[in-house]
């Protein structure tokens, strides 16, 4: 059965970093790109960065300069190492994967394979 996980998430002060990974399990997800969303309280779910199966980048606006997404395929992850952390960050950070294809990846119902979760809170 596939399986994604996120890991790295915690507590961070304003403008301190960390590392979120998301490690595939279950089958090879070759060829799949893999989008980064958040979802914070009472607040829809928003994309917040991605990476295709060639290692094209996407980003929304505001982590842009930030945030920083890679993939290690032999590794079968992805990463989003984030920095310059603002309270604003502070959410459920989910990795999801999709075939890879020109379409837009900011599109949540875009994604097959979602993992559980993990919580990143920026204090003040």
């Known amino acids: 059965q596939a399986q994604l996980v996120e890991s790295g998430g915690g507590l961070v002060q304003a403008g301190g970093s960390l590392r979120l990974s998301c490690a595939a399990f279950?089958?090879?997800?070759?060829?799949?790109?893999t989008g980064w969303f958040r979802q914070a309280p009472g607040k829809e779910r928003e994309f917040v960065a991605a990476i295709s199966w060639s290692r094209r980048t996407y980003y929304v606006d505001s982590v842009k300069g930030r945030f920083t997404v890679s993939r290690d395929n032999a590794k079968n992850t992805v990463y989003l190492q984030m920095n310059s952390l603002r309270p604003e960050d502070t959410a459920v950070y989910y990795c999801?994967?999709?075939?890879?294809?020109?379409?837009?990846?900011?599109?949540?119902?875009?994604?097959?394979?979602w993992g559980q979760g993990t919580q990143v809170t920026v204090s003040s």
């Open positions: 999801a994967a999709r075939w890879d294809s020109s379409a837009s990846y900011s599109k949540v119902g875009d994604y097959e394979y």
């Open positions: 279950g089958r090879t997800f070759s060829g799949y790109g």
